[in-house]
């Protein structure tokens, strides 16, 4: 036997890898440089780049934030952004003409907004939901203002129609028809005659209230994200009716569907935003006073709601006919195998088709400043009407950017969270 | 305004319900006649009482008078730093409050864009709508608008660089000039450009502010708006000076506040307000100097101000001091000017065509007697 034979005993350390595969080198050269027609783009974009930012970012960082007009920036130094107009109006971008002494109600409302839709994002937190549930009363009084009461009534009428329902289903009937006509019809009831006494007497109790403010004075992102947030939780379960009404056996429910459907979905949002500015006008009694930001309101939802309607019935036809088969099967009632089986799975498919809607709708706000509405599109060439400014365009549109910016980019942020969190198909 | 309809229905029905439960026909009849004719008699009072203006009534009940204005229109109205409205559009119709409530502020500013100001009007939205828009025959009738005057007298005019060495439109033959699309200033450029046999080749633009971009960008030789916005756009350039607004103006654009049609009472307050301020300007009644005219011998003026014997502001429903309160309010008609559109705004508009015709201007205003 020769002593020859070697057999290496111990591990032989792994030497680093070459300095061009790992890194900061490594990763220039996997994701910029791996071919020539690679390089050629990288190199392309890198020009493309810097021309821009070449312009862009002495005019940006040499800006002048605290000159008092426009005059005195082009003045100093005409070639710089002019962002004095920020400085001068930032309030009035955030809060259109809101009263200055309370800009902190739309700051709160907008805090609170965060925590109310906080148990609906993060499952973990469900238990809050019941704020969820409060706050939506709750920023209308912040932001509108008057009397607690006035909004406090509606959450008194509905919680009694449901203690109501409750009550009748465990002790009188069993029958939830029933139980559930009775309570619509006590809450209407309810609310024609005896909403006023009640709002006068708890006035009288416990007087809370804030000043009113007007739907006038309302503006700048207040506005937009009044419009587009409201939009965007009254459409969504509307949406999903929608879907659902137009893939029912029933035909009546099915045709006003589809017929709302291709309805809405055929005109532009800006048609019906004048038919609630101007068109609804003339229909109500004159002096009628129907709140123009609620107009808007119900409009842009409509509008989103039918567009949510495509989207998740497309999450719906994604499913195979099998799911509705197998949830029947198990005895499941319609709403039980909805609500169980079809709609978590359809919704999940649907992700980012529901929130490319809701950031359509979002950038949509803008339109309102057609319709004579401050939004900050609006409030740009208000601010530039006056002479202090006028002449100023990109250091306004570049704000107003960023701010839709943070928005939208956050919501999609959110989707893409949402989307890894529910992938079951590892 | 709704309950009175309302109520008047109610009536009516009652009327009738008593009137067909008496027994007896000759006794309904009677009954009928006598009731008719009562109705007849309050109608006819309420018909033919002057000076009753029901938008009147509805401002003075509601404490406020609802003014609609631009959304942004360099001088004629805007939102300073400070969040207030301003501007010559604005003053106006803080004349008009104060002239109705003795005070300026007892007004609501609705900003309306030029897409819904008509209908806002129309729908009751604002009682009155000092808007600078141009006074047209369309507008008039078709539209059922009452103007009520003229506050200001613009017109399409063109700005060009210095360097261009132009100094009159008659000099543009073969420009390119940046217009906005779908506006009336269009037709008027193709029609001013054809009289003169001259030729131009437009670049469209979307609104004054592409014009503007367009415009300094160089791709068009001259820019052609409302010479006031002109004004305006040009002090704020980077160097005014290079800029020049050629004084050629090829439209009439008279802008003035409008009403609704069918309420000629309410038409009257407004058009004499508006008159009042110019009147104040030809008489030299300033907002500093308007207490001192009570030894005046000019009759006019004690009327105008009411500090004479005859009231005759009552015939329109206004207290007899209102036009006093009115000029108090923001000046005279040059003085609202000055602040808005002349050397104090910074816009620099020469007074022009809008000086008092004492002074050569066309503004005149009928006599206040």
């Known amino acids: 036997m020769s002593k020859l034979a070697f057999v290496q005993k111990n591990k032989i350390p792994p030497s680093p890898a070459p300095i061009s595969e790992v890194g900061i080198i490594g990763w220039l050269k996997q994701n910029l440089f791996s071919s020539w027609f690679n390089t050629l783009l990288t190199l392309l974009s890198i020009y493309f780049i810097f021309i821009i930012l070449k312009d862009f970012i002495p005019w940006a960082w040499g800006g002048h934030w605290d000159t008092k007009s426009l005059r005195e920036c082009l003045d100093l130094n005409p070639d710089v952004a002019c962002f004095s107009?920020?400085?001068a109006r930032w309030k009035q971008l955030l809060f259109g003409l809101y009263p200055a002494e309370e800009y902190w109600r739309p700051t709160v409302t907008f805090i609170l907004l965060?925590?109310?839709?906080?148990?609906?994002?993060?499952?973990?937190?469900?238990?809050?939901?019941?704020?969820?549930?409060?706050?939506?009363?709750?920023?209308?009084?912040?932001?509108?203002?008057?009397?607690?009461?006035?909004?406090?009534?509606?959450?008194?009428?509905?919680?009694?129609g449901v203690l109501l329902f409750v009550l009748l289903l465990r002790n009188i009937t069993k029958n939830m028809v029933i139980a559930g006509i009775s309570s619509i019809l006590f809450v209407i009831l309810f609310f024609i005659f005896f909403s006023n006494y009640f709002v006068n007497i708890l006035n009288i109790i416990i007087p809370i209230s804030l000043p009113p403010v007007e739907s006038l004075k309302m503006g700048g992102f207040?506005?937009?994200?009044?419009?587009?947030?409201?939009?965007?939780?009254?459409?969504?379960?509307?949406?999903?009716?929608?879907?659902?009404?137009?893939?029912?056996?029933?035909?009546?429910?099915?045709?006003?569907?589809?017929?709302?459907?291709?309805?809405?979905?055929?005109?532009?949002?800006?048609?019906?935003?004048?038919?609630a500015s101007v068109l609804l006008n003339y229909f109500l009694p004159p002096g009628t006073n129907f709140d123009i930001v609620l107009r808007v309101i119900i409009m842009v939802t409509l509008f989103s709601a039918a567009y949510m309607a495509e989207v998740i019935r497309g999450g719906l036809a994604g499913?195979?006919?099998?799911?509705?088969?197998?949830?029947?099967?198990?005895?499941?009632?319609?709403?039980?195998?909805?609500?169980?089986?079809?709609?978590?799975?359809?919704?999940?498919?649907?992700?980012?088709?529901?929130?490319?809607?809701?950031?359509?709708?979002?950038?949509?706000?803008?339109?309102?400043?057609?319709?004579?509405?401050?939004?900050?599109?609006?409030?740009?060439?208000?601010?530039?009407?006056?002479?202090?400014?006028?002449?100023?365009?990109?250091?306004?549109?570049?704000?107003?950017?960023?701010?839709?910016?943070?928005?939208?980019?956050?919501?999609?942020?959110?989707?893409?969270?949402?989307?890894?969190?529910?992938?079951t198909d590892k | 305004m709704f309950n009175a309809v309302f109520s008047q229905i109610i009536l009516v029905l009652l009327l009738i319900k008593i009137i067909f439960n008496l027994k007896g026909e000759i006794m309904r009849?009677?009954?009928?006649?006598?009731?008719?004719?009562?109705?007849?008699?309050?109608?006819?009072?309420?018909?033919?009482?002057?000076?009753?203006?029901?938008?009147?009534?509805?401002?003075?009940?509601?404490?406020?008078?609802?003014?609609?204005?631009?959304?942004?229109?360099?001088?004629?109205?805007?939102?300073?730093?400070?969040?207030?409205?301003?501007?010559?559009?604005?003053?106006?119709?803080?004349?008009?409050?104060?002239?109705?409530?003795?005070?300026?502020?007892?007004?609501?500013?609705?900003?309306?864009?030029?897409?819904?100001?008509?209908?806002?009007?129309?729908?009751?939205?604002?009682?009155?709508?000092?808007?600078?828009?141009?006074?047209?025959?369309?507008?008039?009738?078709?539209?059922?608008?009452?103007?009520?005057?003229?506050?200001?007298?613009?017109?399409?005019?063109?700005?060009?660089?210095?360097?261009?060495?132009?100094?009159?439109?008659?000099?543009?033959?073969?420009?390119t000039v940046c217009i906005q699309v779908g506006t009336t200033t269009e037709l008027n450029l193709a029609d001013y450009f054809k009289e003169n046999g001259m030729s131009y080749e437009p670049v469209p633009t979307a609104d004054n502010a592409e014009s503007q971009q367009q415009y300094l960008a160089g791709a068009c030789d001259t820019y052609t708006t409302d010479a006031s916005a002109l004004h305006g756009t040009r002090v704020n350039l980077e160097n005014p000076d290079d800029h020049l607004v050629l004084p050629e103006i090829i439209s009439k654009e008279p802008l003035g506040p409008l009403v609704r049609h069918g309420d000629d009472n309410w038409a009257d307050i407004g058009r004499w307000v508006l008159n009042a301020l110019i009147i104040a300007e030809e008489k030299g009644i300033t907002k500093a100097n308007i207490d001192s005219w009570k030894d005046t011998k000019d009759a006019e003026i004690h009327r105008l101000l009411g500090t004479g014997d005859d009231d005759i502001l009552a015939m329109v429903g206004l207290p007899k001091n209102a036009m006093y309160n009115a000029i108090k309010a923001g000046g005279n008609y040059g003085e609202i000017f000055e602040n808005n559109l002349g050397a104090t705004s910074g816009i620099n508009i020469e007074r022009g065509v809008n000086a008092s015709w004492t002074k050569g201007g066309i503004l005149y205003s009928p006599p206040f007697r």
């Open chain 2, 29 to 175: 009849k009677s009954l009928f006649m006598v009731l008719s004719s009562i109705l007849l008699i309050v109608g006819g009072q309420a018909a033919f009482s002057g000076g009753h203006s029901v938008t009147l009534d509805d401002v003075k009940a509601r404490g406020n008078l609802l003014c609609g204005v631009s959304t942004g229109a360099p001088g004629f109205a805007t939102i300073d730093d400070s969040g207030k409205d301003v501007g010559f559009d604005v003053d106006y119709c803080r004349a008009l409050a104060a002239a109705i409530f003795g005070d300026p502020m007892a007004v609501k500013f609705v900003g309306l864009t030029s897409a819904v100001r008509f209908t806002a009007l129309a729908a009751g939205e604002v009682d009155i709508l000092a808007r600078n828009t141009t006074w047209t025959y369309s507008r008039d009738t078709d539209l059922k608008q009452t103007f009520l005057g003229v506050n200001y007298y613009d017109g399409q005019g063109f700005m060009v660089k210095k360097d261009l060495g132009v100094n009159s439109t008659l000099e543009l033959d073969g420009a």
């Open chain 1, 85 to 87: 107009v920020l400085t």
């Open chain 1, 319 to 423: 499913l195979p006919l099998g799911q509705h088969e197998a949830s029947a099967s198990l005895g499941l009632t319609y709403w039980q195998s909805q609500r169980l089986v079809i709609m978590p799975q359809a919704l999940k498919i649907s992700i980012p088709g529901i929130v490319n809607t809701f950031i359509g709708l979002f950038k949509d706000t803008t339109l309102v400043s057609i319709i004579s509405l401050r939004d900050p599109v609006g409030l740009a060439s208000t601010i530039r009407a006056d002479q202090t400014w006028n002449g100023i365009y990109w250091e306004l549109y570049v704000a107003i950017g960023l701010m839709f910016f943070v928005v939208c980019f956050g919501m999609s942020q959110y989707s893409q969270y949402l989307e890894r969190k529910l992938k």
């Open chain 1, 114 to 160: 965060i925590f109310s839709i906080i148990p609906i994002l993060f499952p973990k937190y469900f238990r809050f939901f019941w704020f969820s549930i409060i706050y939506p009363g709750l920023a209308i009084w912040l932001l509108w203002g008057g009397s607690i009461w006035g909004v406090g009534i509606v959450y008194i009428g509905f919680f009694l």
């Open chain 1, 222 to 275: 207040t506005l937009s994200l009044i419009v587009g947030i409201t939009g965007i939780v009254a459409s969504f379960p509307i949406g999903i009716l929608l879907a659902l009404g137009r893939q029912s056996n029933l035909p009546i429910i099915k045709m006003i569907c589809v017929g709302f459907i291709e309805f809405i979905r055929g005109v532009p949002l800006i048609t019906l935003l004048f038919v």
